[in-house]
C-alpha cells in the first residue's frame, strides 16, 4: 500500500501542528472492518442516515483512503465522494479526504518518516476540525482492517486513537471468523487504548441468522464486544450494473439503449448450449456470455424480447471478438436489448464478472433505500449510541 498527501487549505506550514483535534465536544465513531469489502462502507452509508434521524448535524471522514477521483484539484476517496452526493454533508470536499494514496508515498515516507509523519497527523486532525465544525455527530470511516496503514504508522487504531474516537467493528458472516478476526483486531484497537463499543455482522444468510445471533453472540461476549445486529444478505447489493462490467471486461458497446449502463445483472448464462436450452434462462437481470457467431441464441434472445418482457434479458456479452451477421446486427439495433463486445473467450470473461468487487456508486438509486433500511432495521442504534 502507498499512500499520498492531498493538497487541502488547512496545511499551512506556518500554523503549529495539531497532536489532536481542538473540537473534543463532537460525538464520534469509527468505523472498522476487519478486512476489505467486508461491507464498511455499506454500513456507514445506513449509519449515517440511521445518526441523522437522532442528531440535526451530522458529519463525515474518511482519513486516509485507498481509491481516490480528483475533485476540484483535490485527491479525495471515492467514498466520502459517494457519502457526499448521497447526503450532502455540507462540509469542504477535501476535509472529508485529507489523505489519499497514491503509489509513491509508502517508499519517500519510508525515507523519512519523522519528518512527515507530524504533518499526517496535523492534515487529519485540522480536516477533522472542519467536517466536525458545529456537528452533533462525526462519523469516521477507516480502511480496511485496524492495522492497514502501519506501514506509515497510521493504522486504523492509531487514527481512530488519534482522533479520541470508540470504534465498530464490521465482519461477513459465519461463527468461527468472526470472532476470531474480531479479537485479532479488537486487540490492536485496545493496545492503542481504542474502545471497540460493537461488532456488526454482514452479508448473513437468513437461515443462518439464529445461529449466528445465538454463537457469535455469545463470543463476543466473552471478547467484552456487543453485538449491534445482523445484516442480511442482499443480493442487489453483490450485483452489478452493465457499466460495471463493460468496465471490468474492457467491452465495447454495439447496441446501446438509453439507461442500458445502469441495468442491475443478478444472473450470468454462458451461451454454451441450443437455442432451444438457452429459453428457459430468458429473463430480466441475466446477461448471456455467447461468441457473435452464434445466431441462433440472439435470435432466442431477440424473439423473447418480443415476445414478453419477462424474457427481455438484461443484456448480451459477445465474445471472441466476433460481431453477428449484418443482418443480425441490425435486428440487434431495432431492440432495446443492450450488447456488447469483447475479445476474450466466454468462460474467462465469466471468470472476471464472477470475480468483480461491486462498490456502491453514487448513481446506483436502487441501492441506496436497501442501504438505509438494513442498518435501520437490523442495528441496535439505542445500544450502539449508549456505549459512545
Known sequence: MSMSVSTNPFDLPSLPLLSRPTNTETKRLFVAATRMNDGKTTTCLGLFAALQSVFPRVGFIKPI???????????VDEDSVLLD???????????????????????????????????????????????????????IEGTGHAGVGSVFDLSNARVAQLLDAKA???CPGGIGRPIDEIALNKALFD????????????????????????????????????????LPVQQVLASPNLLQIAGEINAQWINAP??????????????????????????PGTVIITPGDRDDILLAAI???KRSPQQRVAGVVLTNDIKPNNTLCEMIERTDIPVMIVREESFTVTAKINRMTVKTQPNDSDKIPV?????????????????I
Open 258 to 283: 438509453k439507461g442500458a449502463e445502469n441495468v442491475r445483472v443478478g444472473h450470468l448464462v454462458v451461451g454454451a448450449m441450443t437455442a432451444k436450452g438457452i429459453v428457459a434462462h430468458l429473463a
Open 303 to 305: 424473439s423473447g424480447a
Open 65 to 75: 483512503g485507498q481509491r481516490f477521483v480528483e475533485v476540484q484539484g483535490h485527491k
Open 191 to 230: 493496545k492503542v487504548g481504542v474502545e471497540v463499543v460493537g461488532a456488526i455482522i454482514n452479508k448473513v444468510e437468513p437461515d443462518k441468522a439464529d445461529d449466528i445471533r445465538d454463537y457469535v453472540g455469545c463470543g463476543l461476549q466473552r471478547l467484552g464486544v456487543p453485538l449491534l445486529g445482523l
Open 85 to 139: 452526493t448521497i447526503y450532502q454533508v455540507h462540509v469542504p470536499i477535501e476535509s472529508m479526504s485529507p489523505v489519499a494514496i497514491d503509489g509513491t508515498f509508502t517508499r519517500r515516507y519510508l525515507k523519512n518518516p519523522a519528518d512527515t509523519l507530524p504533518k499526517l497527523e496535523d492534515n487529519i486532525c485540522r480536516a477533522f476540525d472542519r467536517v466536525s465544525w458545529e456537528k452533533d455527530f462525526t462519523l
Open 168 to 170: 465498530v467493528i464490521v
Open 371 to 387: 442501504i438505509k433500511r438494513l442498518v435501520q432495521e437490523h442495528v441496535d442504534m439505542a445500544a450502539l449510541l449508549q456505549g
